[in-house]
């Protein structure tokens, strides 16, 4: 009898011992799994930046598809004093993600004097560089966004001593594909400009076009305004004014 319950506890021991070696290995590799989810979502912002994490797509013209597209935008030029030494630049523009995922983008300005206080809307300016006369601001969003997702930011910055000469004139590059352009420049309302002229550059060439802009009075200061629908990706668009 006491030989047929070692037996019985043998096998119960055994059995105990397999059910307890089964769960290890199960908690085992849950706990891997649970590890290594959490090891990638931590990581995944700093992988979306890698650059073979993101496979370049191409437009039906053979030409890389682009990350952002403009679907409107509003820039503002805002000229405070009337000797032209300070005025402010505003960049208002609703994007659409065309890229797999998007993490920064840039902005940037062109200034003749002295471009400072650089802002963003959305997310946070990481670096400002000037290259080849424009000042460029990289933007990180903040989050990751994906293709198809919208955002509007304001992107803003004081010009110093831009605007001293009797002519003087704004340039607006069209840096990404958009669909809808206007340009606006605000005068003081001691001195508004007496002539407009609209043109576009290409390279050091420059080809006036019909003068599409107006002047109008908005909220109660002289206003240029040039609506521009369409506007080519990679030109320049002039808007030359005399006080």
Same mark, same amino acid.
């Given at each position: 009898?006491?030989?047929?319950?070692?037996?019985?506890?043998? #096998?119960?021991?055994?059995?105990?011992?397999?059910?307890?070696?089964?769960?290890?290995?199960?908690?085992?590799?849950?706990?891997?799994?649970?590890?290594?989810?959490?090891?990638?979502?931590?990581?995944?912002?700093?992988?979306?930046?890698?650059?073979?994490?993101?496979?370049?797509?191409?437009?039906?013209?053979?030409?890389?598809?682009?990350?952002?597209?403009?679907?409107?935008?509003?820039?503002?030029?805002?000229?405070?004093?009337?000797?032209?030494? #300070?005025?402010?630049?505003?960049?208002?523009?609703?994007?659409?993600?065309?890229?797999?995922?998007?993490?920064?983008?840039?902005?940037?300005?062109?200034?003749?004097?002295?471009?400072?206080?650089?802002?963003? $809307?959305?997310?946070?300016?990481?670096?400002?560089?000037?290259?080849?006369?424009?000042?460029?601001?990289?933007?990180?969003?903040?989050?990751?966004?994906?293709?198809?997702?919208?955002?509007?930011?304001?992107?803003?910055?004081?010009?110093?001593?831009?605007?001293?000469?009797?002519?003087? #004139?704004?340039?607006?590059?069209?840096?990404?594909?958009?669909?809808?352009?206007?340009?606006?420049?605000?005068?003081?309302?001691?001195?508004?400009?007496?002539?407009?002229?609209?043109?576009?550059?290409?390279?050091?060439?420059?080809?006036?076009?019909?003068?599409?802009?107006?002047?109008?009075?908005? #909220?109660?200061?002289?206003?240029?305004?040039?609506?521009?629908? $369409?506007?080519?990706?990679?030109?320049?668009?002039?808007?030359?004014?005399?006080?």
């Amino acid at each position: 009898m006491w030989s047929g319950i070692k037996i019985v506890l043998s #096998h119960f021991v055994a059995l105990c011992t397999a059910v307890l070696a089964l769960l290890a290995s199960i908690a085992t590799a849950y706990f891997r799994d649970q590890v290594a989810a959490g090891i990638r979502w931590i990581l995944r912002p700093l992988a979306a930046r890698l650059p073979w994490n993101h496979p370049q797509r191409r437009s039906s013209s053979g030409e890389p598809a682009p990350e952002l597209v403009s679907l409107f935008t509003v820039v503002q030029l805002r000229i405070l004093e009337p000797d032209g030494s #300070h005025a402010t630049y505003e960049k208002t523009s609703d994007y659409e993600v065309r890229s797999a995922t998007l993490a920064e983008y840039r902005e940037g300005v062109t200034a003749a004097g002295t471009a400072t206080n650089f802002t963003t $809307q959305v997310g946070r300016i990481t670096e400002t560089i000037k290259e080849h006369g424009f000042y460029v601001s990289r933007i990180d969003l903040g989050n990751l966004l994906h293709r198809g997702a919208r955002f509007q930011n304001t992107y803003s910055v004081d010009l110093v001593n831009s605007f001293l000469a009797v002519e003087e #004139h704004w340039t607006q590059e069209i840096a990404v594909p958009s669909e809808y352009l206007t340009v606006r420049v605000v005068f003081p309302a001691s001195r508004p400009a007496s002539l407009l002229r609209c043109k576009l550059l290409n390279g050091l060439e420059e080809t006036q076009l019909p003068t599409s802009a107006r002047l109008v009075h908005l #909220h109660g200061y002289p206003t240029a305004v040039w609506d521009l629908p $369409q506007p080519v990706l990679g030109k320049i668009y002039k808007l030359e004014w005399v006080w």
